[in-house]
């Protein structure tokens, strides 16, 4: 039986998870997000002024506990760093709850053997195909006729690579 809306709960409040995954989703009429959490007390206070209607929580744990029984989730979405989307996405299966976690799907092969064995359905998503110009793009290929093939290629000129998250050897080449 499918949802009159999917209940979805927002795992990190950054940029990617508010931005992206929160306004991308706010007033959807397939999906509402039903709580959001974050490990920093800033952004959770400024969620919590901006949506009071949606509880915000400081740990995935208190997440899961405040709505495993009352008001479950039919779904996550993770946009942490990367080296958090494991612990996060561990907890929500445990919980029995499905995920759609950003890329990469894990930061090792270890880690993605073990997204293979969780009992949970786990997607992995590219997030900047929800931000407005990609969907511009997609309302423009319909003018173009059949496509067969697209490739596209996002680079960018970082100062200093090397201090930054995308050093960490995921998901990043360097020339």
């Known amino acids: 039986m499918i949802p009159e809306a999917y209940r979805v709960a927002l795992v990190g409040l950054g940029d990617r998870g508010y931005k992206t995954h929160f306004l991308g989703l706010n007033g959807s009429p397939s999906e509402v997000v039903v709580a959001a959490c974050d490990t920093s007390q800033k952004l ?3 969620f919590a002024l901006k949506h009071p209607d949606v509880p915000a929580y400081c740990s995935v744990d208190d997440l899961v506990a405040a709505h495993q029984s ?19 996405v561990e907890t929500l299966a445990a919980a029995n709850i499905p995920v759609l976690k950003e890329k990469p799907a894990a930061n090792n092969v270890d880690e993605y053997e073990a997204l293979l064995g969780l009992p949970v359905p786990v997607g992995v998503m590219f997030q900047k195909r929800f931000e407005p110009r990609y969907q511009q793009l997609k309302s423009l290929l319909p003018s173009l006729g059949r496509i067969v093939s697209f490739r596209g290629a996002l680079e960018r000129n970082i100062d200093h690579l090397a ?3 995308r050093a960490a050897g ?5 020339s």
Request: proline share 7%.
């Open 44 to 46: 959770l206070s400024e």
């Open 70 to 88: 009352t008001a479950p989730v039919d779904f996550a979405i993770v946009c942490v760093p990367h080296g958090l989307h494991g612990r996060c």
């Open 170 to 174: 995921v998901d990043v080449a360097v």
């Open 163 to 165: 201090s930054t998250w």
